[in-house]
C-alpha cells in the first residue's frame, strides 16, 4: 500500500487524506461518444468508492468532504485517535492515500491580464 510520507510523518490529528482507486481503463472508454464516456467515468467512480464511502458511514473519526469522478478520488478528514491510515489504507480498493493539494486553472498567472488582440 502506497501512503504519502507527508501523512505518515504528520502529527496532526486531523488529517485531509486523498484516497485513490482504480481507475477506468481505457477500453472501457473506447468508440463511445461523450456522453456515454462521462455516464462510464462516473459509474465507474460509483462502484469503486463505494467501500471507502461505506467504510466512512460506519466509522466514527471519518467523514467524506468531497469525491472526485475523473480522478477516481474521496478526499477525507480522517482523525487520527479514532481510525489509523494503515486501517483506512486495508479498504478494499484503495490503491493510494495522499495529502491534499491545491489544483490551478493552466493558463494565466494570477492578476495577468489577457490580450485578446483587440483594443477597446
Not at 85 to 109: C, I, M, P
Amino acid at each position: 500500500m502506497n501512503i504519502d510520507d507527508a501523512l505518515v510523518s504528520s502529527d496532526d490529528r486531523y488529517l485531509t487524506v486523498v484516497v485513490r482507486v482504480p481507475s477506468a481503463g481505457p477500453a472501457t472508454l473506447r468508440g463511445r461518444d461523450r456522453t456515454a464516456r462521462i455516464d462510464s467515468l462516473k459509474q465507474h467512480a460509483a462502484r469503486t468508492q463505494a467501500p471507502i464511502q461505506e467504510f466512512a458511514q460506519h466509522r466514527s473519526g471519518v467523514t467524506v468532504i468531497n469525491n472526485f469522478w475523473i480522478a477516481n478520488a474521496v478526499v477525507l478528514e480522517l482523525d487520527t485517535n479514532s481510525v489509523s491510515l494503515e486501517q483506512l489504507a486495508r479498504v478494499s480498493g484503495v490503491e493510494r492515500l495522499h495529502a491534499n493539494f491545491d489544483v490551478e486553472k493552466h493558463g494565466n498567472t494570477p492578476g495577468e491580464e489577457t490580450d485578446s488582440g483587440g483594443r477597446g
